[in-house]
Structure formats: C-alpha cells, structure tokens
Nanobody, 119 residues
Framework: QVQLVESGGGLVQAGDSLRLSCAAS????????VGWFRQGPGKEHEFVGS????????YLTDSVKGRFAISRDIAKNTVFLQMNSLTTEDTAVYYC????????????WGQGTQVTVSS
C-alpha cells in the first residue's frame, strides 16, 4: 500500500500563492489517481481535484478552477497542488489520497497539511 505525506502548508495572506506537495512512498505510482481534498473549519470534507497518474489528466472542482492547478513529477513520485489567488475561504486542512484509477475509491490518505489564509 502506498504511503502519502503532504507538505507545503502554512499561513499566507489573501491573494498569495502556495504549492502543496504529496509525496508517495512504498511503491511507484502507476495505475493510480491522486486526489486533493480539504476540510475547513465548520465545513464538510470537500473534493478539490485529482490527477490521473498514468495520463496526467487533471480535474478541478468549480470553486478552484482558474486558481488551482494539479501536476505531478514522475521521477519524484509526487503530486503538487499549486494554489494561487488564495482567499480566506481556502483556509482548511488539505489532504491527498490515492486510489486505483477507475474504481472510485480512495485507499490511502495522507495526514493533512494546514493552510491558513488571513485577510
């Protein structure tokens, strides 16, 4: 089973950018889909977007389209979430998860990284 570790969170001001990393270990990602999720204070767990590891196809939820981007570094077995034009509404713990592409389920989760956006 793959292990995932997020990093890159922190405290920023509205309008700033952050890049989160999701490093996978235990095996090389191949037929995987890696997703990003977040949970803000008092909010439900929210799907942010995903990337199909083999083909690189990405998907982003409407609330972050145009501001966020997902990419991967195959050599580093790592997925990135680039977040631009951050707002206070983006304050949350961000998690990455992996699953087998096409199954619709997430088998491994990271521990999360806190992103706090101040006004």
């Amino acid at each position: 089973q793959v292990q995932l570790v997020e990093s890159g969170g922190g405290l920023v001001q509205a309008g700033d950018s952050l890049r989160l990393s999701c490093a996978a270990s235990g095996r090389t990602l191949s037929n995987d889909i890696v997703g990003w999720f977040r949970q803000g204070p008092g909010k439900e767990h929210e799907f942010v977007g995903s990337i199909d590891w083999s083909g690189g196809t990405t998907y982003l939820t409407d609330s972050v389209k145009g501001r966020f981007a997902i990419s991967r570094d195959i050599a580093k077995n790592t997925v990135f979430l680039q977040m631009n034009s951050l707002t206070t509404e983006d304050t949350a713990v961000y998690y990455c998860a992996s699953g087998t592409s096409g199954t619709g389920s997430w088998g491994s989760w990271g521990q999360g990284t806190q992103v706090t956006v101040s006004s």
